[in-house]
């Protein structure tokens, strides 16, 4: 007798694998990698020192629990660094909190336009995503709160959100909070703290006084770090303890560990990164914006990265847009795999690569409507 091939969950079956952005052309020349928001000038010397000398110790395991990137964290931070818990990247992180605290039958909810990663996290683990209506790209809390029901287990935002760039102030990111039931997780994604400005909530104090607030944090944006997958979470002892207890024993690599704690130290670097993001994230939204009677427009960002909205229909879509700027070797990210068809995302990069991106748009622009 024969039995059929092993069958997938059916949850997993539903779910779309992420689309990472565009790494390279296939050979041809890249002139700017701008589709993954990473740091341009890459990690702080500092690190690569660091992680260079630990190389040789490549045959030890790392250690398990992070302990003194944590104590560094606790330190840079003013938290207890017992209720610090590292990943493999933020990202591993996301998949703990909805795995300790969601499952079949229970709904994680977040907005629309959200973080890609928020979707496969609820349904990996069987959860029910449920997507809460946006407000021109951004966070609206009282849509958001009218989407609570009982079953809601999880609440994913990212603030600033990638792929939108949108930012809602501090006192609605408490607002929210308070709006959600006590047995209800608040995880807070703060990717792009470093970008933001202003009235900004990390999350940070939140999860110091509440039960059920989550702020996580990585090290592969602002830090330039990617590749090492470093991220790390805050919270109250309830919470890390059940992450805790589902998360790989050896999740953080010695070169992460070590790259991190001299990233982390490395203040000026992260300050000059900061300062140029902000520089040439506002110059490229008003390159954008002097496109507009195209039918471009910039989403005001708060992160490291533009979202540009094109017209749906005509000579100057997304998706020609896409096609034109690889033609001249700059890969952005065309959103049309997360469901917007009508909008790419530039990462600020360098000067040099940032001034490409926009004259590219502008050359692809004007051949377009010429
Ligand atoms: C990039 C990103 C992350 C983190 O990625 P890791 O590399 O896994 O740390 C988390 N949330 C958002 C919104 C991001 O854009």
Not at 73 to 89: F, M, Q, S
Not at 166 to 179: D, K, Y
Request: glycine share 8%.
């Amino acid at each position: 007798m024969t039995r059929p091939a092993p069958r997938m969950k059916s949850y997993v079956a539903d779910l779309h694998a992420y689309v990472p952005g565009k790494a390279g052309l296939g050979g041809r020349p890249v002139v700017a990698k701008l589709s993954s928001n990473e740091n341009p000038f890459g990690p702080s010397p500092q690190a690569i020192a660091a992680m260079t000398a630990v190389l040789e110790n490549s045959n030890r395991y790392p250690d398990p629990a992070s302990t003194a990137l944590r104590e560094a964290l606790g330190a840079a931070h003013g938290i207890e660094a017992d209720r610090v818990i590292c990943g493999t990247g933020s990202d591993e992180l996301l998949h703990l909190v909805a795995g300790a605290f969601a499952g079949v039958g229970d709904e994680v909810l977040y907005v629309r336009h959200g973080f890609a990663v928020y979707d496969i996290a609820a349904r990996r683990v069987g959860a029910t995503p449920v997507v809460a209506p946006d407000d021109d790209y951004a966070c609206n809390v009282d849509t958001l709160l009218a989407a609570v029901t009982p079953r809601t287990r999880v609440v994913f935002l990212a603030n600033p959100n990638n792929p939108t760039g949108t930012l809602i102030p501090a006192s609605e990111v408490r607002r929210l909070h308070a709006g959600l039931p006590a047995d209800c997780v608040f995880a807070l994604d703060a990717a792009y703290a470093e970008f933001a400005e202003g009235e900004y909530e990390d999350g940070l104090a939140l999860a110091r006084a509440h039960a059920n607030v989550i702020a996580l944090r990585t090290f592969s944006k602002i830090y330039g770090l990617a590749a090492q997958r470093v991220g790390w979470a805050y919270a109250q002892p309830g919470i890390i303890d059940a992450m805790q207890r589902i998360r790989a024993p050896f999740n953080v690599p010695t070169t992460g560990q070590v790259g991190a704690i001299a990233a982390l130290a490395d203040t000026g670097w992260v300050e000059r990164a900061r300062a140029h993001t902000i520089q040439w994230r506002q110059w490229l939204a008003g390159e954008v914006t002097a496109l507009g009677n195209a039918g471009l427009r910039a989403i005001p960002s708060a992160a490291n990265f533009v979202l540009v909205e094109f017209p749906e229909h005509g000579p100057v879509t997304a998706a020609a847009a896409n096609a034109a700027l690889l033609e001249d070797g700059i890969i952005t990210r065309y959103l049309a795999v997360q469901d917007m068809p009508r909008c790419i995302r530039i990462s600020v990069g360098t000067e040099d690569e940032t001034r490409a991106a926009a004259a590219a748009l502008r050359r692809f622009v004007e051949t377009a409507t010429a």
